[in-house]
């Protein structure tokens, strides 16, 4: 199974400052047949659902806003969420869909 | 509008088969390529596959849990039932079932449930 490793835990974050969080996954998630990395990104706020926010490591999904960004290769992939609004507060997960088990990482805990 | 929801019981006792039911809503699992799968989480805790079934009738799980699952088309051609045996007070968690697509290469989770907590306790 890939495990996935994120970092920090948590971590507080001025508003309007710059949140990042950091992914590594136990091996490549390069697919052969689209040559990018099997890599999304997902927002959880309490009581509700995950939220797709980027896949392919870098692609936003429709709707969300342009101050989330992913980016990384090999084994190390990153989440940056620049402007740090109120509404951002909330649990990231990371999320590899290279090969079964599907598997998310631990979660990064983004408070103000 | 794409639209999944759980629905099953709240409370379940230990041993005994948890049924939970996804209906589905602005999509079908007839189409080439669509995907429903279950995913857990534990209170506080971080989120577990279990398993996925295809437009094909194509199913799949994780190997920790594979001896107790079923996943299933419901009679309705809109619904993904899962079906976990010898329930376990560790089972306590969120069930979501969220949709997935599958082609040259899979896809992850972009549309989701609301959730469906399920205790189990005697």
């Known amino acids: 199974d890939i495990v996935m490793t994120q970092s920090p835990d948590s971590l507080a974050v001025s508003l309007g400052e710059r949140a990042t969080v950091n992914c590594k996954p136990s091996q490549t998630l390069l697919s052969n047949s689209t040559n990018e990395n099997c890599l999304a990104w997902y927002q959880q706020k309490p009581g509700q659902p995950p939220r797709l926010l980027i896949y392919?490591?870098?692609a936003r999904e429709s709707g969300v806003p342009d101050r989330f960004t992913g980016s990384g290769s090999g084994t190390d992939f990153t989440l940056t969420i620049s402007r740090l609004q109120a509404d951002d507060v909330a649990v990231y997960y990371c999320?590899?869909?290279?090969?079964?088990?599907?598997?998310f990482g631990q979660g990064t805990k983004v408070e103000i | 509008q794409i639209t999944l929801q759980e629905s099953g019981p709240i409370l379940v006792k230990p041993t005994q088969t948890l049924t939970l039911t996804c209906s589905l809503s602005g999509f079908s699992l007839e189409t080439s390529g669509v995907a429903v799968a279950w995913i857990r989480q534990s209170p506080g805790k971080a989120l577990e596959w279990l398993a996925v079934?295809?437009?094909?009738?194509?199913?799949r799980y994780t190997s920790t849990l594979k001896r107790r699952l079923t996943i299933t088309k419901g009679t309705s051609k809109n619904q993904v039932v899962l079906i976990m045996t010898d329930m376990d007070p560790m089972d306590t968690a969120t069930y979501f079932c969220?949709?997935?697509?599958?082609?040259?290469?899979?896809?992850?989770?972009?549309?989701w449930g609301p959730g469906a907590l399920v205790t189990v306790s005697s």
């Open positions: 079934i295809y437009w094909d009738d194509g199913t």
């Open positions: 969220a949709r997935t697509i599958s082609g040259v290469a899979d896809f992850p989770f972009d549309h």
């Open positions: 392919w490591t870098s």
């Open positions: 999320q590899q869909f290279h090969s079964l088990p599907w598997t």
